[in-house]
């Protein structure tokens, strides 16, 4: 490497993200030391991301290093949890500086966003794959469970899912589509906005969360089967955007937002007797998002059409090859 590893964490990760005054050390010594609001409970996701499984290979630097917190971002929202802080392990094949300086500047603007600070890491070489850990915290027992649905309660979708898995179908050339769509749609995917702030909000009417990453009808599986139930979801209250609508038709949006992937969106539960709470003092327009089924007694996952149940293949992505 051209840049020593000293260098390179002094230039590109050391003050990267939001400054924080609950991190008594950051980077630069052997460990961070952090200190969490009393009362609260501490929340810890990581995820890695390998070049070539996780993104396209030849993915934008700043894109990588959104969604590489992003990802995370997102497990921390389904949690109702709020971010803090941030651990980066990255494996470089090389000290590329313009790459790294683009990586660095994608994760760092998420990351002051959701006032995010970088608190320490590890660099090492080999094959690219970013790792990153997130803490945060929560008010004691406030904690959103994909375990606490019971049957009978609404399902929500946060945003418009499959837009994501049509835009890297756009990105790896397996899906054309106009300019403007494809843009909006390709945008999702390199640079998904997990819902944080949502997520937060949630802890006073969910009874469950998860956020989806798998493909929502197979998340809501699985909160719904973490709950202990089954779940019904109708088809056409599956929300779809205009961008996804216009690239593919209504029959290929529905079943991508149903088993695309990647959108980072969330999925919950509510009671029926807090339903009409939720939606008076969280409006649906200004949050976006939308009911979609109900949980059940009997196990399993439905998407019902005109009373009848579909079947799905589970994959969005083998529709484009
Ligand atoms: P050690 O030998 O103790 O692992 P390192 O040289 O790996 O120390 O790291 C020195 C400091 O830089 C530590 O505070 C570590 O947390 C931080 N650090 C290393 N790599 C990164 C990175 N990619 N992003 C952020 N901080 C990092
Ligand atoms: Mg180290």
Known sequence: MSLSEFDLIDRYFRGCGAKRTDVRVGVGDDAAILECPAGA???AAVDSLVDGVHFPQGSPAASVGHR????NLSDLAAMGARPAWALLALTLPQADESWLSEFAAGLAALARAHDVALVGGDT???????TVQLLGHVPRSAALLRSGGRAGDAVFVSGTPGDAAAGLAIEQGRLAAAAEPAAY??????YPAPRVALGECL???ASGCIDVSDGLLADAGKLARASGCGLEITYGE???SEALLGAVGEERARELALTGGDDYELCFSVRPAQVARLLAEVPPQRWGYTRIGTLRESPGADVLRDGAVMSL?????EHFT
């Not at 090492?124 to 970013?130: A, C, I």
């Not at 749609?185 to 390199?190: A, G, K, S, V």
């Not at 293949?313 to 992505?317: A, I, K, P, R, T």
């Open 41 to 43: 409970e501490l929340v």
């Open 68 to 71: 590489a917190l992003a990802v």
């Open 124 to 130: 090492t070489s080999g094959p690219l794959s970013v």
């Open 185 to 190: 749609l390709r945008e999702r995917f390199l």
């Open 203 to 205: 802890r006073r009417y």
């Open 238 to 240: 599956v929300p779809v």
């Open 313 to 317: 293949s589970h994959s969005g992505y």
